[in-house]
């Protein structure tokens, strides 16, 4: 008994008896409104709790994923030809790589950016291509010149239609010249038109004769065209009007070209197995020519991690362009830099930072268009700076890296210059890095925060309520006269 009483007297929460406390109307109406405050503020400190919390940081950038990036892009010219569109990159370290095709893909498309048929493969590049050394030499007109209104008679007169697209102002049709007019008075007189009739050498004059190249999407001089009457290329899958050829331009081996075009047409009737054996010979130096005037360029390169430039433009190393002529206008599908981040893992990041992703491809789904009203030898240019983001998660004491994506903003202009238009797309790294941070918090305080709640709610009350009781005992008294 005596322990128990010691024990007794450590009690914090001495009770009254029931019959010493006395209940009022004002202790009920504190008592509800102190419930109410309770469960508010619970309500407050959960949802705070369950919210999450982040802090950004700027750092030097410490990537982890070397010092290059990839560039990811699908970007549509309506007016640019597969045939010569070259993708190239440069840097302010030196870096100058142009042509890039491994990563690349080309489809040609049509003016409403619709495919118009297979993928369009350029090839093995021929670095040096062999010309005549009939340069400046007079030649007789062996070569028949077409117009637009004979142009589909004799397409379909000859079974082979082998077309030189020239312009007199350039230099590599020049050069194509003598050995071209030698050729085609070679190649008729071995297979007459009037006797033979299997192939004809042609020329077409695209300073006179603009609609009719415009229709065979010439872009560059000379262009070489091979037109087969009722013919079903096999290639791809696809139907192609007209080849184009790549090979060397010296009379020799335009010579051999036709004849080996020409033996196929020889030996059908006896249909030999040797058929196939000229096609072999010439595979390497003609390919279906694009069936539109438009390319659609897809894929991606590695780029160093400083000031450059990706340029899309019309190139070729024994070609011609008409820089006037040259429209590159264009529609971009996409254009982002790092990785492609995968749409779950954008969500997880989203959750964190509503408004994360948002710059990630910012240039998505807009056109760049010249209606020639700037005039011509227009350059679209893009400037992008690009700036990195990591969103870091902490679970269970340690940090995971939820996602590492590039964003970036863009300004863009048409400008008018003395060279050969471009889409140039210049983009420059910060050297700093945004860091985003989640910050967990612990269910321990969570706790203590809903303790100092519910008793701070229950002291304040019965503080007021005290303070009320005593104010209207005290009223009481003096509505009475008594005094204390």
């Not at 005290?466 to 009475?480: A, D, G, Y």
Request: net charge neutral; with cysteine; charged share 25%.
């Amino acid at each position: 008994m005596v322990s128990s009483n010691k024990l007794k007297s450590v009690d914090f929460y001495r009770k009254i008896p029931r019959d010493l406390t006395e209940a009022s109307l004002s202790g009920a109406g504190l008592s509800i409104v102190a419930a109410l405050a309770m469960m508010f503020l619970f309500g407050m400190e959960l949802n705070n709790y369950l919210t999450v919390n982040t802090s950004t940081s700027v750092i030097v950038d410490n990537s982890s994923d070397g010092e290059f990036l990839r560039i990811d892009f699908n970007i549509s010219f309506p007016s640019l030809s597969c045939e010569f569109a070259s993708v190239d990159v440069n840097d302010v370290l030196g870096t100058n790589r142009l042509n890039l095709t491994k990563t690349i893909r080309k489809f040609s498309i049509d003016h409403d950016l619709k495919p118009t048929g297979s993928e369009f493969h350029s090839g093995p590049v021929l670095h040096q291509i062999k010309h005549g050394d009939e340069v400046g030499e007079e030649s007789g007109e062996e070569c028949v010149s077409l117009k637009a209104h004979n142009f589909d008679q004799y397409s379909h007169q000859y079974p082979i239609l082998v077309v030189n697209f020239f312009a007199p102002w350039c230099y590599w049709s020049n050069r194509l010249k003598p050995s071209w007019d030698k050729a085609a008075k070679i190649i008729r007189e071995r297979y007459d038109p009037e006797m033979d009739g299997r192939i004809l050498l042609a020329k077409v004059d695209c300073t006179e004769e603009g609609d009719l190249c415009r229709r065979n999407h010439i872009q560059g001089y000379p262009s070489i065209r091979i037109f087969r009457k009722g013919s079903n290329l096999r290639e791809d899958h696809g139907r192609h009007d007209h080849e184009s050829y790549y090979g060397d331009r010296d009379t020799e081996s335009l010579v051999k070209t036709m004849e080996a075009l020409v033996a196929p047409i020889a030996m059908e009737s006896q249909r030999q197995a040797l058929e196939h054996k000229p096609e072999n010979a010439t595979q390497h130096v003609k390919r279906p020519a694009p069936s539109a005037g438009g390319c659609r360029i897809e894929g991606y390169v590695r780029v160093k991690k400083v000031p450059g430039n990706l340029m899309i433009s019309a190139l070729s190393g024994s070609h011609s362009f008409d820089s006037k002529q040259m429209n590159l206008s264009h529609v971009i599908s996409h254009f982002s830099f790092g990785m492609k981040v995968l749409p779950r893992v954008m969500s997880d990041a989203k959750r964190l930072l509503p408004y994360i992703g948002r710059s990630h491809d910012r240039l998505n789904g807009r056109s760049f268009i010249n209606h020639r009203d700037v005039g011509a030898n227009v350059t679209i240019e893009h400037y992008l700076q690009v700036v990195k983001t990591e969103v870091i998660t902490r679970r269970s004491s340690s940090e995971h890296k939820l996602i590492e994506e590039y964003e970036y903003t863009a300004h863009s202009s048409l400008s008018q210059t003395v060279y050969m238009p471009t889409a140039k797309f210049h983009f420059e790294l910060s050297p700093m890095q945004v860091l985003i941070t989640e910050n967990p918090k612990s269910f321990w305080h969570f706790i203590t925060n809903v303790c100092a709640i519910i008793g701070g709610v229950f002291t304040v009350a019965g503080i007021l309520d005290s303070i009320l009781h005593n104010t209207v005992r005290m009223m009481k008294k003096v509505e009475l006269g008594k005094n204390f």
